[in-house]
Each structure stands twice: as C-alpha cells, then as structure tokens.
C-alpha cells in the first residue's frame, strides 16, 4: 500500500559555542526514509541512511537552509565539520562525543511540518530508545508521528483497511493496553493544517466572498445610475450612427478602467493593511513572519477584481446599448430613468444591505465572542510576569536526574535580581502553557472511582509559586521554606478540587493520598490550566523540595517590563546551570496572546469585512440616491414651484431610502439568522442566534444608510425651482 513510511519524534538540542551562550536548536528525529517521503533532498552534502539510525552511528546532522544561514553564514565547506550539539534526551555530552558532523543543508523554504511555532533547526537520525524496544504495558509511551506516502493508484480508503487490520492485529496481541486503539489514515495537508484551521480559512472565504458580491453590486449600482443619467448622450451616439457594438464597447472600455484603478488603489491598501495584520499578531503565531503580499495570490486577486468589476459592468453596458431613441431622448430630455432600469437598481441596493447584514451579524458575533473571551478571568494576574523553560540534559531516560535542588537554587538567585518580586518554577507546565499532567488521588475513609473520576492537574511548585503568579489564597496557607524534604508531606489544593473531594467541608488539615499521604495546607484559587475556553480543572500542588523533577517552567514576577531583568536571569541560570539554555522565553502576557491568536485574527479580519461591507453599501446607497436627485431635478422644482415644502422633499427622498433599506434589513435578518446557524462551532460565550449581534447590525446598518441618504436629500431640499425648471 506504501511506497515509503518514515517516523518522527521531536525534542531539544543544545549548541555550544565557544565563547557564546549556550542556544537552544530545534530538531527532528527521523527515520532516514523521511526525505523519500516528501520527495525533498539536501541542496548541499546528502541526508543520512538507515545505517544512521543505530546508537554509535547517529551522531550526523541535516542543517535547515536558516540554521547554515545564520550560524554558519551560509559557508558550503561546513560539509564534514563536526558542531558542538549536544542532546536533551541523554546520550554522551557534546564534549564526550565530539558533536555531530554537518552532512547536509536542505533547501531554501523547506519546513516541516509548515508553519511551525518553533520552526525546525536540524534534522537528526530517529534511534529508538533502547528501553522501548521490549514491549512493556506498564509503560505505554506514544510520541511518534508517522507519514507516508502511498504507492500509485492507492487510496486513502485502501490504506485505511489495511491499517484497520494492522490495529485489530495488534490489538489481539495486546488485549489490556492497546484495546480500542485505531490508526487512521489522512492526506498530510488535513494533519499539517488541521480540520479547525480548514473551517475557518472557509469560514474566512465566506466573509471575502460577500464583500465581494456587495462591491459588485455596488458597482453595477452606480453604472446603471450613471448609465440612466447619459441617455441623451447614448441617444444621440445611436441616432447618429452609432452600432450595438460601439456603445457596448465604450461602456466595458469605462468599466474596465474604472476596475484597473480600483485595483491599483486596492493593492496599496492591502499592502497597508498586511502591515497592520501582521504587527497585530504574536510572534509565535505560526508563519507570522511570512505574511506577505504574494505575488501570485496578488495576480489572482487583481484578475478577479478586474473581471467581476468588467463582469458586472456589462449588465448596464448590455441595457443600455439599445436604447430607444424616442423614448430615450425624452426621458433624457426630463433627467429620469424608466421604469426597469429604477426597479433594477433599486433590487440590486436591496440586495446590498441584505448582504451587508449577514457580513455585520458575523463581525458583531465573533468581536462579541472574542470580547467574552478576554474578559475571563484566568485566575492570575498576567503582568508583568517572565516565563521560561529550563531543562537539563536527561542523561538516563530510565533514571533522570533530579534537578529539584538546582532549579531551587536558580530561583533563590533569581529572587536577589534587583526590579524581581519573586520568582518560582513549576516542573509540570506552567497555567496556560497548553501543558497538564493528570493524576489520580485518593481520600482515606472515602470511595472514590478510579475510572469515572477523570484525576487532577498536578504540578510540583517552588515556595513562591502563587505569590509569583498572584494566585488568590481561599483558606489556610501557602508554601514555605520549611516544606522540604524531610519535612512533614504538604499538599494545597484549588477551590475545585476542594468542591469535588471535600464538598462542603473544610479541606484544610485534611489527608490526600497522591503517591503517598499529604496533609493540605491551604486552598488557592482556580487557574485555567490549558485555556481560556475549558473550564479549570481540579489540581493540586506539592512542594517541588518534597519530589523530584528533571526539569521545570520559570515564571518571574518583575516591577517593570520583563525583558529587562532577562541579562540577569540568564546569568543566574547559567551560574547553576552553566550548559542549560533558557527556553521558550516570553512573557505571560505574550503566552496568553498565543493561546488566543486564533479567534483575534478571525476578529480582525471579519471587523474589517464588516466595515467594508457597511462602507460599500453606504457608498452604494449615496450613489443611488445622488442620482435618483439629481435625475429628479426637474420633478423636484416643479413640486416647489406649487408649494411642495424642504421638509416634504426632504421626507420623500429620506421615505424612499427607509424602504430600500428596510426590504434589505429585513431579507437579510432572515438570511443571517439561518446562516449564523454554523457559526457555532467557531463561537465562545455566544449562541449565532444573539439577538445583541442581530440588532447592533442592524442599527449600524441603518445609520450609515441614514447618513448615506441625509445628504442627497438636503440637496434636494435646496433645489432653486426657476434654475431647475430653466435647466431642462
């Protein structure tokens, strides 16, 4: 079924340079056949083979066309030179063995998986770990990734059946810890963009699509008025001469200049706007950095801006090249249009505010679910608070060493930095981090089920560690110095682990079973553990000097900005730990801002849709009223001239507005509220069927066509009856 199946497995790697500051890479184990898989090759030396992926063997590298760029300035003989790398997971240091030797340099551009937070550094050679080649069911690690590509004239289902019966194989082999697993089988770019992703950038098309629909409207809108307002003109062109083709081509030669400038106008403003959108972005947001104007994204949206503009041109160009040169004189004569041709104009301005409405409902919906997300309360103060990771070399998987005392000493160094409050780790993610580990607990004299209960969020913490984050203290204590090993056991626990286990009883004194019996001390306030949009979890925390922990997240609480104290930081860290680079450095505020990037840009995005629409529609609707006055000169002057009142001609073009506008609302309130139906799945905090969203839409809305149809009418209103009649 496969032509080539390749693993990969992630993790960390450290270069040391002389005289420099140890770096943080990021690499990809891979099995050698990786390359053949994505049919991609290094532009320079060659990539490694099977024979690599054995222990002894393994220590080659592929470099990333950006890793050869920026450390070895893009130098070909770095073929055959061996760097100092040294690996997170264990293994001889870089020192004891010699480094890795440089083999390859891929090409420019290439990334996986695309579009990476961290983007990959160094390609390695996967070797299994030698306690993973004996089966063990207590210990059932899945960390693996698997791509492969499929022989010709294979399907997906095909594959899909042949992995079924792979998993049900193993599955019989395995009973108790492989029962119920399944492998499933999808095209990369569903794995590498993800299902999610996919619906909004549809979701996102959707929104472009109806911008672009009310701009074609709004175009053919104001041809036909323009169109109408030329008829003696065109009359008189086809009285003299002129053929069908000749006057359809002077209006598609207009529409088409008319949609050449608007696309040169269009691209300076997108360059703009790209600008904008990127500068609002976090910088770990994937490819943030290559936002940009493409230009073959450009080419293609300039030719559809083009043709739909010439496309919708054509209805007026088509209407107008046949005119009746009786008819069309004297109503050119008089400054109105037939009958059609108002009915036309007046469906297609209709049709822009029932289009305008849907986009507006949308807007309103995600800023009001993107603004209910931010108002949560993450149940710690963000501000001026610097994270990092640290995390030594594990030079036993089976055995890891406990850095506990040194993460200890690093915090304690920390703490004396001038401008840091406090400063403390936790070795199981820090809040927000996307990063849990779950566990089971028991309470003596109570019957818990082990299978039903779901566990808590466990994280062992330095003293400090609430007071760090700021995290409320409900009853009892926080840690102290005094809680270290030798100490009795002490364990805090938050409000909801409290209203799960304890219910309505005081928790503080009483006895939790997690690996062995602790007495809680105090309870803290919930945190949101992987995001804003879950529910926290029940957790609980123990003194980091009372267990062990092969490494840990730092969170700095400082008086002012965090970068500032960050010298000082590293120094503190590389004092204790002089060959551990800090990782993932950023601040809390910048990790939160990554955690909701997502619906920011959708908020964004479909704002600016919004505005667009609404401002599209208001053009459209002082376009058509414009004309519909100017058209009405004669009509006008003569109802002044018999003693027709400002207010009276004021109401009437106001009246004529309202009942465009309104037929628009109204088909469009009916539009959206079936539409929004799928929009629930993108929503946070809101129903699609808010009535908040429908009515700020709506009223928004109406005011721009309001103030689009205020000014026509005051013109009308000053109409000078003899100048009007003497015009025509």
Known sequence: MFESIAAIASGWLTLHRPGAEPESLVPQRVTATFFDVLRVHPSIGRAFTIENEVAGRNRVVVLSDATWRRYFGADPRVIGRFIPLEDLEGGPSAIESGGYEVIGVMPSGFAYPIGAPRPTNVWIPYVVPAEQRVRNPAAVVVYLQVIGRLKPGVSLAQAQAQM??????????????????????????????????????????????????????????????????????????????????????????????????????????????????????????????????????????AAVGVFTAALFGIIPAVLSSTPDLSKGL????????????????????????????????????????????????????????????ISPRIESRTAPKNAAPALSEIVDRIGRIPGVVSAAVSANGLPLSGYVNVKTIRIPGKEIDLNADGGVSFRQVT??????????????????????????????????????YFHDEDAVGRTIDIDENRTVVGVVGDVHQMSLEREALPEVYIPLEQSSAPGAEIAIRTLGNPYEVLPAVKSSVYAVLPDVPLRNVRT???????????????????????????????????????????????????????????????????????????????????????????????????????LRA?????IALSIAALVAAVIPARRAAGVDPIVALRSE
């Open 330 to 389: 004297k109503e050119g004569a008089r400054g109105t249009a037939g009958r059609g041709q108002r009915r036309l104009r007046s469906v297609l301005v209709v049709a822009e505010v029932a289009l305008a409405l849907v986009l507006l409902v949308g807007a309103a919906l995600f800023i009001g679910s993107f603004m209910t997300l931010i108002r949560i309360d993450p149940g710690f103060d963000t501000t001026r608070v610097l994270t990092a990771q």
């Open 463 to 500: 003293a400090d560690f609430h007071k760090a984050l700021s995290i409320p203290l409900r009853a009892g204590r926080l840690f102290n110095t005094r809680d270290r090993k030798g100490a009795p056991p002490v364990v805090i626990i938050n409000e909801s682990a409290a209203r799960k």
């Open 164 to 301: 079924d019966g792979v998993a049900a194989a193993i599955e019989r082999a395995n009973p108790v810890w492989n029962k119920g697993a399944r492998i499933g089988v999808r095209p990369l770019i569903d794995h590498v963009v993800g299902t999610r992703i996919r619906s909004w950038m549809l979701m996102l098309l959707g929104a472009v699509a109806l911008v672009l629909l009310i701009a074609c409207g709004n175009i053919a809108n104001l041809l036909l008025a323009r169109s109408s307002a030329r008829a003696r003109d065109i009359g008189i062109r086809a009285a003299l001469g002129a053929s069908r083709w000749r006057l359809l081509r002077l209006f598609l030669i207009e529409s088409l200049m008319l949609s050449a400038a608007g696309t040169v106008c269009a691209v300076c403003v997108a360059w703009w706007a790209v600008q904008l959108l990127r500068g609002s972005m976090p910088g770990d947001m994937p490819r943030v950095t290559t936002i940009a104007l493409d230009l073959r994204v450009l080419a293609v949206t």
């Open 588 to 690: 809390m505020e910048e990790l939160i801002g990554a955690r909701i990037a997502q619906r920011k840009v959708s908020m964004l995005l479909l704002g600016l849709f919004g505005v667009l629409g609404l401002a599209i529609a208001a053009v459209g609707m002082y376009g058509v009223m414009s004309y519909l006055v100017t058209q009405q000169t004669r009509e006008i002057g003569v109802r002044m001239a018999l003693g027709a009142s400002r207010s009276h001609l004021v109401s009437m073009v106001l009246l004529n507005a309202c009942a465009l506008v309104g037929s628009g609302l109204l088909i469009g309130g009916v539009a959206a509220w079936y539409l929004s139906a799928g929009l629930n799945a993108f929503l946070f905090g809101l129903q699609s069927n808010d």
């Open 694 to 698: 429908f009515a700020g839409a709506a």
